[in-house]
């Protein structure tokens, strides 16, 4: 379930906490509060199965690490339970030294304080996880019992839970060795008697069944994979013998590994059947007899409403083949991904609400599909003719189609996706009109949203500031922002987008086809929330949407202000995509809006132009077989949301927290003029690629992280950017942060960038 609270709860908790404002016991309260809420309020709706264990303070990966005691050395935890000081240094960085560091490998010569470790995507979704980090000589020991806390927890309110676990296998693939020929899974043996502890103590605390997730079960899998997932099988079977496992896959079919997940020697497998229907036929006919299948039938990765008569059909012909106490029914997967509770929206269109369903109504979907499998069609009448309804509406309702819309992004003209001439002229073009020096500098768009600036936001929404007054402090602070950028020295400028809330919603919130929630949160990391867009329809720009902010910015200063634009992958990605379109159909509508924005933008006399692409990692299939397909559409569509302006005008993108070594060659094929990418949590980790594939283009690999509060030293950056160019001619390199310093504060950003330019000063000084 949602682990945020209705109204953002933990966030709330979380921030005051770090802050001081709360102390730790404090911060748990809270938490506490929080899971009982959850958990008494599945079983009120019904819910018979109740997780326990899917709630976390930052993350359930990092929850993974600590409980096997994974701790690098850095964060000096050597025994003992991990405190909540080590925890949020894995996870967020510490400006301040953790705990005793003798023997510690980490070089403080650069700065002080520890950093975060690495974050990256889950799978294809926009929810990020701390990536756990492996040495040759690693060992494993119970160091958190959170798993067993947190099942007493749920007992004593009287409420028998299956505690869920991320899966040993799992957690050592989505993990990171001391290299990359380092083999994680030889790891398996040393690993496996914690997890087997766990189990055991599950079971002697009362636990009859325990969930287990393997998504990698969704992935291509090499032998030694496969091998790992039976031996840690078989040893829990052999030496756990009085619990259930319940083995959980989801975010795709099985594939080539259904055979794998079959023979496993657990009491239950469960299917995403809804980006997985394919695999229903094939698991109904090999299946044991006498195996507990969960079938993932309600999205837990949308926020659409279920045809539950469809649904039913499909359940009926199930239930017919096998034993009702042999059949459960679930959401697909976690819903970590869909908001809380569609109640909370009272300014939706009412169209459009009664087509949406968030994970409060998916609960009540789900009890309304098994009372009547198990009670006949009388059992949940209302619910289904409201279903029927929303079915019927939706399929005829105006509000989503655009005939014109249609027919643009229909288009297939050879020149729409191509700039006019190749990156060797425009570049030559570019310099003589910016003037750069070597290694110049820029950030990736965003400033510090202030305590001051969200008051304004919300005092503006609320008709306590008016649209003149609004505007004046928007001004104000734009022009602050370039200011300071010239005094320290910054040669592309960007005007800090102080008038945006979200680099999605804002542009969302001025498309056709889009709308909005209130309370439709969910977790993109740690504390870091977001809304995301519902595409429910056609999408077109209707009027210029960031031209007069970055024309006010241009005409404060004579240095390069860079426009600031969100691209059509991440568009797409970040939102909840309407499920009648395909995605290709629907990122070609945004990609054709935001061309019309790039044009009046370089028409209004801005010469750089960002359309950033963080999302186009995220959005490959799981499996390798459907790379290609995906890349071609998505590269098109950024290229078509570029290809509309002159060669002098220089096209920048970004990229942030995910592998994209494996897809760089599509990354080449996008043209942009210059990306910029993380890559100072990885320590240039994901410059390895450019040993092989020579870029063509510039790339600014990101000097300074900017999801930790620790500000770091000129000659940390100046470390990386020597790494960078043992892989990247000079004149190739740009130096920026990693990402937008939205989330950030003044103090430790003007630290921060003051250090940056002077590490690109002297990295020009040679």
């Given at each position: ?290 195996l507990v299948l969960s079938l993932g039938v309600i999205d837990g990765r949308n926020i659409w409403r279920s045809d539950l008569s469809k649904t039913l059909g499909r359940l009926e012909a199930i239930a017919a083949k096998r034993a009702a ?124 949203q202030t305590e001051e600036v969200r008051k304004a936001r919300a005092a503006h929404a609320k008709g306590q500031l008016s649209d003149a007054e609004y505007d004046a402090f928007l001004r104000k602070e734009t022009e602050k922002a370039v ?284």
């Open positions: 379930m949602p682990r945020i609270g209705p109204r953002r709860e933990l966030k709330i908790a979380l921030e005051k906490f770090w802050s001081g404002k709360i102390d730790e016991a404090a911060l748990r309260k809270a938490a506490a509060d929080i899971r009982a809420a959850n958990w008494t309020r599945q079983r009120d709706l019904g819910v018979t199965v109740i997780p326990s264990n899917d709630f976390s303070l930052y993350d359930h990966v990092l929850d993974t690490s600590a409980m096997v005691g994974a701790i690098p050395k850095i964060y000096g935890w050597t025994d003992g339970p991990v405190s909540l000081d080590v925890y949020f240094a894995m996870a967020r960085g510490s400006q301040k030294d953790v705990g005793d560091h003798d023997g510690c490998a980490h070089d403080h010569s650069h700065g002080h304080g520890v950093p975060a470790q690495e974050m990256t995507k889950w799978f294809d979704t926009n929810y990020h996880y701390m990536v756990p980090e492996f040495a040759r000589d690693q060992t494993f020991a119970l160091a958190s019992t959170k798993v067993i806390d947190e099942y007493r927890e749920a007992k004593a309110l009287g409420i028998q839970t299956r505690p869920v676990l991320v899966g040993p296998v799992t957690f050592l693939k989505l993990g990171k060795g001391e290299s990359e020929s380092f083999d994680r899974m030889s790891l398996l043996p040393k690993l496996l008697p914690v997890y087997i502890d766990v189990l055991n103590t599950l079971a002697a605390e009362g636990a009859d069944w325990v969930q287990i997730d393997e998504p990698v079960l969704a992935l291509d899998l090499d032998d030694k994979e496969k091998t790992a997932l039976k031996t840690a099988y078989s040893q829990f079977a052999l030496k756990v013998p009085n619990l259930k496992i319940m083995l959980t896959s989801y975010f795709g079919p099985l594939g080539d590994n259904e055979a794998l997940a079959l023979s496993l020697p657990v009491a239950g497998l469960h299917l995403d059947l809804v980006r997985g229907a394919s695999q229903l036929d094939s698991v109904l006919k090999k299946a044991p007899a006498d106490n042999r059949l459960q029914i679930a959401p697909s997967c976690s819903m970590l991904h869909v908001p809380i509770d569609l109640d909370q929206e009272d300014a939706l269109d009412p169209d459009l609400k009664s087509w949406l369903a968030f994970s409060v109504q998916k609960i009540g979907e789900l009890a309304a599909l098994s009372r009547v499998l198990s009670l006949g069609r009388d059992a949940a009448k209302d619910a289904f003719a409201a279903s029927d309804a929303a079915a019927a509406t939706r399929a005829s309702s105006p509000k989503i189609h655009n005939p014109a819309v249609e027919s643009r992004a229909a288009e297939k003209s050879p020149g729409q996706s191509e700039r006019k001439s190749p990156f060797s002229e425009r570049r030559k073009l570019q310099d003589k009109v910016l003037g750069l020096p070597s290694f110049p500098t820029t950030t990736i768009g965003s400033f510090p200011r300071w950028q010239e005094d320290i020295g910054i040669d592309v400028l960007v005007h800090g987008e102080f008038e945006r809330n979200d680099m999605v919603q804002y542009f969302g919130e001025q498309l056709s086809g889009y709308a909005f929630t209130k309370h439709g949160w969910v977790q993109s990391y740690g504390s870091r929330y977001v809304r995301p867009p519902i595409i429910f329809g056609d999408v077109s720009r209707p009027k210029p949407m960031t031209v007069g902010w970055s024309s006010y910015a241009q005409s404060l200063t004579k240095l390069p202000m860079k426009g600031m634009l969100t691209g059509p992958v991440t568009m797409l990605q970040w939102s909840f995509m309407r499920d009648d379109l395909g995605r290709d159909q629907v990122c070609r509508q945004i990609a054709f809006a935001l061309r019309d924005e790039v044009v009046d933008l370089e028409k209004a006399g801005i010469g750089v132009i960002q359309i950033d692409e963080p999302a186009l990692r995220e959005g490959l299939p799981l499996r390798k077989g459907d790379w290609k397909a995906y890349l071609d559409w998505a590269v098109e569509c950024f290229k078509i949301s570029a290809a509309g302006v002159k060669d002098q005008t220089q096209i920048h993108t970004h990229m942030c927290y995910a592998e994209f070594n494996d897809i760089i060659d599509a990354i080449g094929a996008m043209d942009a003029d210059v990306i910029s990418i993380e890559t100072s949590r990885s320590k240039m980790e994901l410059l390895d690629a450019f040993v092989t594939y020579k870029y063509p283009n510039e790339i600014g690999p990101g000097v300074y992280d900017i999801h930790s509060p620790r500000v770091p030293e000129v000659p940390e950056m100046m470390e990386l950017i020597g790494k960078a160019r043992r892989n990247i001619a000079a004149d190739q390199i740009w130096i920026n942060p990693d990402c937008g310093l939205k989330t950030r504060g003044w103090p430790e950003v003007k630290s921060a960038l003051t250090n940056m330019v002077e590490a690109a000063r002297q990295a020009r000084m040679g």
